[in-house]
């Protein structure tokens, strides 16, 4: 059986080259169910390696596995000796349970961040995280959350990576922004957040649910109401509508209502980016993955910053394990 030449140019979402301990690289031919794999490691270099004892033949079927990040699949030529795959980027996504938050402090964060932080300050009952104490998350209570509350720091995750959409994304025709339209926030979980809104961005939704256009569609609210029942004190939930944007815009999902919180009618809003888990799968091509579950704030991580490169997040990903002197940290984006 030959040898094949390998050049390992795998790249993470911000076109930086991995770095990690260990990467399974199999090949096998397009009619075998089985084939040969060899052991790897990804030292932050496009490294040459030698695989001996590969299949024969061309194209053969590439799959590689680090375990830091997402599958990738394939099918490659062999050309003098070298395999060449198919895609001139071997772009993967991070695999959420292989990395940790890391949260810019909150006197850190820079203007772009003001309507998030006054919103905040604004909110004297917000839950971050089902089943968490509500309270306002002053300076103090924000920078308290860290990796060692996995519901709060996922809920963290999921706030600000909604921040990075609802802070640009806005009604069409106007120039707000929807997360002008919450006057305070309520809950916020791993996959939305809830809060107060007005009338104007009630009928604003209802209308573009029944007349869509400007880049936002129908979509059906009715699975929201037991969203909108997380929140205490809030009960008859009632004239739902419901709006998403294509993949261009992330799937941020826009979802209103009427109901009654402790005694007062008030408006509701709903928002949250991709719960059913399918953009990671649109945005990354070579990603072999099948999402039966809402998707990880760290997928959204991935997808938001392959999108939308320029958007500062507001917090960095670190490796859970480093091994040795070799470590990785993805910015939010570059300042």
């Excluded at 573009?208 to 969203?227: E, F, Q, T």
């Excluded at 928002?271 to 072999?288: Q, S």
């Excluded at 958007?311 to 910015?331: F, H, I």
Aim: a negative charge; hydrophobic letters at 40%.
């Amino acid at each position: 059986m030959p040898s094949i030449l390998f050049k390992m140019d795998i790249r993470d979402v911000d076109e930086h080259l991995i770095v990690d301990p260990l990467v399974w690289v199999r090949l096998a031919r397009p009619d075998a169910a089985d084939g040969q794999k060899w052991r790897l490691a990804a030292d932050g270099t496009a490294a040459t390696h030698r695989l001996e004892d590969a299949p024969v033949g061309s194209p053969l079927r590439l799959r590689i596995s680090p375990s830091r990040y997402r599958d990738i699949g394939m099918f490659a030529q062999v050309n003098n000796g070298r395999l060449i795959p198919d895609a001139s980027v071997m772009k993967t996504p991070r695999q959420p349970s292989e990395w940790l938050p890391a949260f810019d402090r909150w006197a850190t964060l820079s203007d772009d961040f003001d309507a998030l932080t006054t919103l905040l300050l604004a909110s004297s009952v917000f839950q971050l995280g089902r089943g968490s104490k509500a309270g306002c998350l002053d300076e103090a209570a924000y920078d308290a959350v860290d990796a060692d509350d996995p519901a709060a720091w996922r809920a963290k995750m999921a706030l600000l990576n909604l921040y990075s959409r609802m802070s640009v994304e806005g009604p069409p025709s106007t120039n707000k922004i929807w997360i002008g339209e919450v006057s305070q926030l309520f809950l916020g979980t791993s996959e939305r957040l809830i809060g107060e809104t007005n009338q104007d961005c009630f009928d604003t939704v209802r209308s573009l649910s029944d007349s869509p256009g400007g880049g936002y569609k129908h979509a059906r609210p009715d699975l929201h109401k037991k969203n909108f029942e997380l929140v205490p004190g809030v009960a008859n939930v009632r004239e739902m509508a419901s709006i998403k944007t294509d993949v261009s815009k992330a799937n941020l999902q826009i979802t209103v209502a009427r109901a009654t919180r402790q005694g007062e009618d008030i408006c509701l809003i709903d928002a949250d980016i991709d719960e059913h888990g399918e953009l990671l799968a649109h945005t990354f091509d070579l990603v072999r993955h099948i999402f039966t579950k809402g998707t990880d704030p760290i997928d959204l991580h991935e997808s938001l910053r392959e999108l939308f490169p320029e958007r500062d997040l507001g917090y960095s990903l670190d490796p859970r394990a480093p091994v040795g002197r070799v470590t990785a940290t993805v910015r939010g984006a570059t300042r």
